[in-house]
């Protein structure tokens, strides 16, 4: 039995070698012709994945190139942005120092003005009451003795009063 299969095993190897040479020399040449054709193919695809991948690096270092040149650019103006804003501020705080300055050395002028109007209003007043008491000194001497008491109590409670509204500015 070991025959027989040795026999058969030795029948489908020669028909196997057959089979491999008849399909080599037929159809040799068609396969030889695909596989180069395929290896052809396969070679430009990876020439062009190769190119693809130069030109990929090669535009990632212009980019990086680009974006460090747009980092130094915008820090750069940012600090001028600062500057300009540092001096902004410093335009602001003078100029307000300047006003306050104005404005004091105005309110200051219309205080003495306004204390000066009012010192010569009570100069009047005065005036005009020392004028009344005057008026009624003279009257008196000839009036009564109850009559000039009777004015005399009067024009005093109206300077008491007088006084007691308009009081002398105080002085620095």
Do not use: C, Y
């Not at 050395?105 to 219309?110: D, G, I, L, Q």
């Not at 005057?134 to 000839?142: D, P």
Request: no cysteine.
């Amino acid at each position: 039995m070991n025959e027989m299969w040795s026999k058969l095993l030795e029948s489908n190897v020669i028909n196997f070698i057959l089979f491999v040479g008849a399909l080599v020399f037929f159809a040799g040449k068609a396969i030889s012709q695909a596989l180069q054709s395929r290896n052809e193919d396969l070679q430009a695809e990876l020439s062009k994945a190769e190119e693809r991948s130069r030109l990929a690096e090669e535009q990632l270092r212009i980019s990086e190139k680009e974006l460090k040149s747009f980092k130094s650019s915008l820090e750069l103006r940012q600090k001028e942005s600062e500057k300009r804003i540092e001096l902004l501020k410093q335009d602001l705080i003078e100029e307000r120092e300047k006003k306050k300055v104005l404005f004091e050395s105005k309110f200051k002028r219309e205080i003495e003005q306004m204390k000066s109007n009012l010192k010569l209003e009570m100069q009047m007043q005065l005036a005009e009451q020392a004028l009344k008491l005057s008026e009624t000194m003279i009257r008196n001497k000839f009036t009564s003795t109850a009559e000039r008491d009777n004015f005399n109590r009067e024009s005093l409670k109206q300077t008491i009063e007088f006084i007691k509204l308009h009081p002398e500015p105080t002085r620095n």
